[in-house]
């Protein structure tokens, strides 16, 4: 127990624990966190209504709680799978732990340990959001709100242990692929799209697609909305253990309180137990076989041909994408990041594309003479907004270099150069999964081609100015010297910092698009007014790329030189 | 030739200077072994040297070119090794000798030239086509030195170059360093292995807690041809412990 404790520690201090900055001022992460939680407050507080409103329908029912907190299990699961893949599965230290005298179990359930400690957080936040509101909704007593520090623990059991069986064919086949970076690479985005998708049938699936008429009356939402939770309560027996804690949560009575806790403890443990019989056999081989990975030896012979190089933008560029994309965990999060984008226009689409009474929601909107206007712009700020936090290429340029960073400093070019070279990258990237999301757009959502050439180019500048300001934002803050680069991006503040300025982008560019989308509506879709609502956002966006450039550029080798490796 | 004139250099908000108003000349056409114990500065000054780090105070050119006014051009004729091995582990060594090439403006012939003829003479031919990943510690040595070869700098500095070579390659090393000083470019050289600093350098710097404490030419650092520069640095570098 002691070796199983300390190792924990210690990975649990790996992961947590964050590298000081030197002497650094916190107050504008501070803002950005302050302006980023009044951005989503609207979101978490219709979420909160929603489930104050639910609880007062519901009442004290165990089954529509159990139906609860398996929504907050998926969500729990979604945010956590990739947490278990590379802390349990992706053993990047085995080398360290295996000389170790501890038995292999004890590594995996550390490992589990770890991912568990990750989850919980998750949970913490599903329960403040979710089932506390309901439960003030349903009038719950104390014994409610007690009970939910010990479901604390309980509910993110489930994900966990779901995860690691949908993790482990998974790990195999990735592992199977050896040290075949870019294979790497594209079997995790295949796996995390198929993930998301069948997660958001599934979701769908659960909540039933049938519309009612009556849901547009609002007094009748509460004789309709019953008995359908009813029924879904009923079928959440079938998930024992969450109906168990359910139970225990909702329980009135001592026996009822006494019941439902052993029983979920009892059956969360027993399927511990299963799963860890199952999973540890594969995870001993993929464990020791991690380490006889690290060699792939080519079957080429060397030739002077394959010595060559095209001019230096050039090859600096070449080489960062080869650098980021090989390495299949830099590559999964830039590229997985990416994917984010073209996937919820798909989802959207899909959502939006069910038919109710033989008519889709996306054909009445296309019928509107408004929907050339408004759909494009609606994707331009969705894209400005969301496309700068999500693009990992362009957050943390330099921090990704890391202890490599020594040879941009000893290279004899321009550190200037070596920054547009990032930049570009970037840039491209993203426009890359632009063009896809453009495509997309114009496929499912009907959006007109010629509007997808301005959102493009808009688009571009656009990414190029955001990208170079985050590119100086990690000039100034590197996050060099990290084992994992995972654990680097959840030390740095980059990416909310970039979600602040993909919404001031956003602001920036939309508001005068909303204008001469209201102008274009007013003055019954005058053709010039059109033509000024794409026109318009390339002259800002121009000039907000213009603007960037030259402010990464003011000053970049003071702040290059203070970067001591 | 390296001119070092005052310079210090202190990380952070540390209160210990890492290198401590530190003078040097290094003359064209000499070997320059540069000798410390760990944590004595050593690594410190060659970074400064290289363009890695900024020093806080004093001035450093190389060939006549200021580290400070013109880096771009200064670093052009220098050829680093550094003591880490790293680099980048998901290139082939042909890639990452084509970065290198690039970067210092090599033109494609004579990179292939220089590539093949190196990579024959540390008979690391077979394994340029692999990943870096899969290279072993002296495998990843041996590319950092071809790579800060390849451009035919003027000014070798070199960390530690030694370690982890065979010996084989870390004879065909120390002869390329003579013929390379011997046509009167410089060769500034740290090591740990005192031996070798005896018998490749043809001057020597001891530095210790940030302070040069000797540089001189070996035979007058050792007046006593009978005490060994073993002896000499152990006393050197412990006095006033």
């Known amino acids: 127990m002691t070796k199983f404790l300390s190792l924990l520690k210690l990975q649990f201090t790996q992961q947590f624990r964050a590298l000081p900055v030197k002497g650094k001022k916190k107050g504008g992460v501070i803002a950005a966190f302050v302006v980023l939680g009044l951005c989503f407050l609207p979101i978490i507080v219709s979420i909160v209504a929603s489930m104050y409103f639910l609880g007062t329908i519901a009442g004290n029912n165990a089954g529509?709680?159990?139906?609860?907190?398996?929504?907050?299990?998926?969500?729990v699961l979604v945010f956590g799978l990739f947490t278990i893949i590379s802390q349990v599965y992706n053993c990047k230290d085995a080398d360290k732990l295996l000389y170790l005298p501890v038995k292999p179990i004890t590594i995996f359930l550390v490992k589990l340990g770890v991912a568990y400690l990750n989850e919980v957080l998750t949970t913490a936040a599903t329960i403040i959001v979710v089932l506390v509101p309901f439960g003030i909704g349903a009038q719950l007593g104390i014994t409610f709100y007690l009970m939910l520090i010990p479901a604390l623990l309980i509910i993110p059991m489930l994900p966990l242990l779901v995860g690691c069986i949908v993790a482990l064919p998974f790990s195999l086949l990735i592992n199977a692929v050896g040290n075949k970076g870019p294979a790497k690479t594209i079997l995790q985005l295949l796996f995390f799209v198929a993930f998301m998708f069948g997660y958001m049938m599934l979701m769908q699936g659960v909540g039933g697609t049938e519309s009612d008429d009556s849901f547009v009356d609002i007094e009748n939402i509460q004789q309709v909305l019953y008995p359908l939770l009813q029924q879904l309560g009923q079928k959440m027996v079938y998930v024992h253990p969450n109906f168990m804690l359910a139970t225990a949560l909702c329980a009135t009575t001592f026996p009822s309180w006494a019941t439902g806790t052993a029983l979920t403890i009892g059956e969360n443990a027993l399927l511990l137990g299963i799963v860890v019989l199952f999973t540890l056999p594969v995870y001993n081989k993929m464990?020791?076989?991690?380490?006889?990975?690290?060699?792939?030896?080519?079957?080429?012979?060397f030739s002077k041909d394959s010595v060559q190089h095209q001019g230096t933008l050039r090859t600096l560029m070449l080489t960062d994408i080869k650098n980021v994309f090989r390495n299949s965990q830099m590559g999964f999060q830039c590229l997985g990041t990416l994917i984010v984008m073209?996937?919820?226009?798909?989802?959207?689409?899909?959502?939006?594309?069910q038919e109710v009474d033989g008519v889709s929601l996306i054909d009445s909107l296309k019928a509107m003479p408004e929907y050339i206007a408004i759909a494009p712009v609606f994707l331009v700020l969705y894209l400005t907004l969301i496309g700068v936090s999500t693009n990992t290429l362009g957050l943390y340029?330099?921090?990704?270099?890391?202890?490599?960073?020594?040879i941009l400093k000893s290279i004899p070019v321009p550190f200037e150069k070596i920054l547009t070279a990032k930049v570009l990258v970037s840039t491209c990237a993203m426009l890359i999964a632009d063009v896809i999301t453009a495509v997309?757009?114009?496929?499912?959502?009907?959006?007109?081609?010629?509007?997808?050439?301005?959102?493009?180019?808009?688009?571009?500048?656009?990414?190029?100015?955001?990208?170079?300001?985050?590119?100086?934002l990690d000039v100034k803050q590197p996050k060099l010297g990290w084992s994992n680069f995972n654990q680097s991006l959840k030390n740095a503040k980059n990416s909310w910092i970039a979600m602040l300025i993909g919404l001031i982008a956003t602001i920036v560019?939309?508001?005068?698009?909303?204008?001469?989308?209201i102008a274009y509506t007013a003055t019954n879709y005058n053709l010039f007014v059109y033509l000024a609502l794409w026109i318009v956002p390339t002259i800002i966006t121009f000039l907000y790329a213009w603007l960037a450039y030259k402010w990464m550029n003011k000053d970049i080798k003071k702040y290059f030189d203070c970067i001591e490796v | 030739m390296i001119s070092i004139n005052n310079v210090s250099k202190t990380y952070g908000k540390s209160f210990t200077k890492a290198v401590d108003n530190l003078c040097l000349q290094i003359n064209d056409g000499e070997i320059f072994g540069f000798l410390g114990p760990n944590g004595a500065g050593k690594s410190t000054t060659i970074k400064m040297l290289t363009g890695i780090l900024a020093p806080d105070c004093g001035t450093i050119t190389v060939d006549g070119i200021s580290l400070t006014d013109n880096p771009t051009q200064a670093k052009s004729i220098i050829g680093y090794v550094p003591d880490n091995h790293e680099a980048y582990d998901t290139l082939k060594g042909t890639e990452y000798l084509s970065f290198i090439g690039a970067m210092y403006g090599v033109n494609k012939t004579d990179l292939a030239e220089r590539v093949t003829k190196y990579a024959d003479m540390f008979e690391l031919t077979q394994a340029l086509p692999n990943y870096i990943s899969s290279y072993s510690h002296g495998m990843k040595q041996k590319l950092m030195v071809i790579a800060a070869l390849v451009h035919q700098p003027k000014v070798w500095?070199?960390?530690?170059?030694?370690?982890?070579?065979?010996?084989?390659?870390?004879?065909?090393?120390?002869?390329?360093?003579?013929?390379?000083?011997?046509?009167?470019?410089?060769?500034?050289?740290?090591s740990h292995v005192i031996d070798v600093v005896e018998k490749v350098c043809d001057r020597i710097a001891i530095i210790n807690k940030g302070k040069l404490v000797a540089v001189d030419t070996l035979d007058n650092i050792r007046q006593d041809q009978s005490v060994s520069l073993e002896s000499i640095f152990l006393s050197i570098t412990t006095q006033g412990e």
Not at chain 1, 64 to 75: E, N, P, T
Not at chain 2, 164 to 188: C, I, W, Y
Request: with cysteine; hydrophobic share 50%.
């Open chain 2, 157 to 190: 500095i070199l960390d530690e170059p030694l370690t982890g070579l065979d010996p084989q390659s870390a004879f065909k090393l120390k002869q390329l360093m003579r013929e390379h000083a011997d046509k009167g470019n410089t060769v500034f050289f740290s």
């Open chain 1, 64 to 75: 529509v709680l159990s139906f609860l907190i398996l929504i907050c299990q998926g969500l």
């Open chain 1, 287 to 301: 464990l020791h076989s991690t380490l006889e990975n690290t060699s792939s030896k080519s079957k080429k012979l």
């Open chain 1, 397 to 406: 340029p330099i921090s990704r270099e890391n202890n490599n960073f020594f």
């Open chain 1, 509 to 517: 560019i939309g508001a005068p698009m909303v204008f001469l989308c």
């Open chain 1, 440 to 472: 997309l757009a114009i496929v499912l959502l009907g959006i007109p081609w010629y509007s997808s050439v301005f959102i493009l180019i808009i688009l571009a500048f656009a990414g190029f100015g955001s990208m170079c300001i985050t590119t100086k």
């Open chain 1, 342 to 353: 073209p996937l919820l226009v798909a989802i959207l689409a899909i959502t939006f594309g």
